[in-house]
């Protein structure tokens, strides 16, 4: 069977070290995404910015136009503001004064420095939740990886986006630990448009439907030490997908 394929953005590390983006706007989606019902105004404006975001729909470096984003997203302005204000502590936009809104850049050393912290804290991790997760948890990550695995047949780039979100998600809060919960929960929001990116490289996803499987099984024989090597193997494969070999 033929593997699916993602569109390849074209991405160009400059001499600068910021990430510019040709992406093929046909493998991206400006919809909303599910569970929309009932937020209030302003977790509606923070959901769906941050989905376009986070899928690339809107390119590292480029300015936001507040008019067209309150007509796009049929917003008003005070929910629209609130969200920009929170999306920018979460370093996905900056506010220039006199300016207006510009997606926040990408760099190599972003990248280099988020794997690092990654490595050290999942790796931890597993080790935690090998030793606490339940089988109700380990039936959540199977059903997961299914959703994964029908998102990557679809194509679906923010679905399966969403998919490695909610993987890694379920692994974090196995682990018992409330401090390590939200770091990684940092970390991981902070990765997504990372995430993105790595699609571009043939192959990749298929390689991390294995990398999961891998994890799954560690966690579910209890074998801590097993459960951070792949884990380690997991983000140093993205990291491969992501940087080559730098």
Same mark, same amino acid.
């Given at each position: +069977? +033929? ?5 390849? /953005? ?12 040709? +992406? ?17 105004? &302003? !977790? ?20 936001? &136009?507040?008019?067209?984003? +309150? ?7 005070? /929910?629209? *503001? ?14 220039? /004064?006199?300016?207006? =809104?510009? =997606? ?11 794997? @690092? =912290? ?21 039936? !959540? ?14 194509? &679906?780039?923010?679905?399966?986006? *969403? ?13 018992? &630990? /409330?401090?390590?919960? !939200?770091?990684?929960?940092? #970390? ?10 790595? #699609? ?6 298929? @390689? ?39």
């Amino acid at each position: +069977m +033929m593997e699916p394929v993602f569109h390849r /953005p074209a991405w160009i590390f400059r001499s600068a070290f910021v990430i510019a983006t040709a +992406m093929d706007q046909d493998s991206l989606s400006s919809d909303a995404p599910q569970g929309m019902a009932g937020l209030s105004q &302003n !977790e509606l404006a923070y959901t769906q910015l941050k989905h376009r975001l986070t899928t690339l729909f809107y390119k590292p470096g480029e300015y936001l &136009n507040t008019a067209a984003l +309150m007509a796009d997203l049929q917003l008003g302005r005070t /929910p629209l *503001n609130h969200a920009l204000h929170r999306l920018a502590t979460e370093g996905l936009v900056q506010i220039i /004064p006199r300016k207006g =809104v510009m =997606v926040a850049p990408l760099s190599i050393d972003d990248a280099l420095h988020m794997i @690092e =912290v990654r490595l050290v804290n999942e790796c931890l991790c597993a080790k935690l939740a090998a030793q606490h997760i339940t089988q109700a948890e380990l039936d !959540e990550l199977r059903a997961i990886s299914q959703d994964f695995d029908r998102a990557v047949a679809e194509r &679906n780039v923010a679905e399966t986006m *969403n998919c490695d979100r909610q993987f890694h998600e379920t692994i974090a809060s196995a682990s018992r &630990n /409330p401090v390590l919960i !939200e770091v990684l929960r940092v #970390l991981h929001a902070r990765s997504q448009r990372f995430w993105a990116i790595s #699609l571009s490289k043939a192959g990749h996803v298929t @390689e991390v439907q294995g990398e999961h499987q891998g994890i799954l099984d560690a966690l579910v024989r209890g074998d801590a030490e097993a459960a951070q090597h792949a884990v380690a193997s997991h983000i140093l494969s993205f990291r491969q997908a992501l940087l080559g070999g730098r």
